[in-house]
């Protein structure tokens, strides 16, 4: 299966009732205002009005939301397992793709939680049945309870016990194998947030795996929403109470999902991004696995961040140091091979990605990343901290003149 025609499919399953298509949030939006977006939901949120005024603490909605989209994110976390590799584990991605399949559902009245959750979870096992993804090689991660000051590692120390997952028989009773769900007391199955000071809701997620290969690959996500901090004068957490709102959401990761459909044993077989190994693979001679990896793992999120309008100089401190490592990245390995960014490969690149993607806002600002990235090179090429040779490489690669 092709990336667009699972993106078309899932756009397409059956969702909750009255959920409507919108588009995919940008890179940069007030959701995230520390990072790029990296998930799902906050983007739209906090376009809503909450009852207190806006929503500017992701905590109440002035009504019910019921959508769907496919969202590209970006995760910096990603980047540092993008550079070492784990054998032990599946590649990622630092720029992906992710849809719902039950649609996100955001009710006002909070006394539905099990009704949405519950949907939520058969929303997916339906549809992994539907595409013959075995439940047996199904596995679930689940928060089995306990203090908040355990599961958060003592980020958060009041006095709360948690009960364990309130969806766990929900997915035996869905066809997965109680032996394959997975006891879990961190954060990764209890949600506990503060998104960048901004208090939030909390809740319950389960972390969806398929033995895949002998590994267990993550290739979902299921939400719950169901607890409402208590914040003190200094916005910080203090308590949590039931939440007086219901949110539900399932969703699937594609690149990742795509691997299963089409049982590949890396992520880079997958058709958005094959095309781009195998172009940089016979355009540079000499160049290894591992170079062609950080060329196309680095290039790709300067791409959609600079299309969705994060030049330097709107980027805050946040952004531009997660940025940075994207830049040093590809100016290193473009300049070990010789290369500048008025090459013809660059161009060639940029616009491979973007087709791929059937991106026409990327097509159309082809020359704007371009540039973008030779004035960053320019900043590099002037930072005196830097030894003369690392200066002359970004100068080399920027296209300028040599230093003197």
């Not at 199904?138 to 306990?146: I, L, P």
């Not at 954060?187 to 000071?197: C, G, V």
């Not at 607890?227 to 910080?236: K, M, R, S, V």
């Amino acid at each position: 299966m092709k990336f667009q025609e699972l993106k078309a499919l899932l756009l397409n399953v059956p969702k909750y009732p009255g959920t409507v298509p919108v588009k995919p949030g940008p890179m940069i939006n007030e959701g995230y205002p520390s990072n790029f977006n990296l998930s799902f939901a906050w983007y739209e949120w906090t376009k809503k009005e909450g009852i207190k005024g806006p929503n500017k603490q992701y905590v109440s909605f002035a009504g019910d939301m019921f959508y769907t989209k496919c969202q590209p994110c970006i995760r910096p976390q990603d980047w540092k397992a993008v550079i070492d590799n784990d054998p032990n584990q599946y590649r990622y991605l630092s720029y992906f793709h992710m849809s719902d399949v039950s649609g996100l559902i955001a009710k006002i009245d909070g006394a539905q939680k099990k009704e949405i959750g519950i949907f939520s979870i058969n929303s997916l096992i339906d549809f992994f049945k539907s595409q013959n993804i075995d439940i047996n090689n199904v596995h679930v991660a689940y928060c089995q309870g306990g203090k908040v000051v355990d599961l958060t590692n003592g980020k958060y120390t009041f006095d709360k016990v948690i009960d364990k997952d309130p969806f766990y028989d929900d997915w035996i009773n869905a066809g997965v194998p109680m032996k394959n769900m997975i006891s879990d007391a961190t954060r990764d199955t209890f949600l506990s947030l503060k998104n960048y000071s901004r208090p939030s809701p909390w809740g319950y997620r389960n972390e969806i795996f398929y033995n895949h290969h002998g590994k267990l690959l993550d290739i979902a996500t299921v939400e719950h929403l169901c607890f409402e901090p208590t914040i003190d004068n200094e916005l910080e957490i203090i308590d949590i109470t039931d939440y007086k709102h219901a949110f539900s959401i399932s969703a699937v990761g594609l690149e990742r999902l795509l691997m299963v459909l089409n049982n590949f044993s890396d992520i880079r077989q997958v058709d958005i991004v094959a095309p781009l190994y195998d172009k940089i693979r016979t355009s540079i001679k000499n160049v290894t696995e591992d170079d062609i990896d950080a060329i196309v793992q680095s290039i790709r999120p300067i791409q959609a961040i600079v299309t969705d309008g994060g030049t330097w100089q709107r980027l805050n401190n946040r952004r531009r140091e997660i940025t940075r490592a994207y830049y040093i990245e590809f100016a290193d390995l473009w300049g070990k091979y010789n290369l500048t960014v008025d090459s013809d490969l660059l161009t060639e690149i940029l616009n491979l990605n973007a087709n791929l993607l059937e991106n026409d806002k990327m097509k159309a600002n082809i020359d704007k990343v371009k540039n973008e990235l030779q004035k960053r090179l320019i900043i590099m090429a002037d930072n005196k901290h830097l030894s003369v040779e690392q200066r002359q490489i970004y100068r080399n690669v920027g296209g300028l003149a040599n230093e003197h």
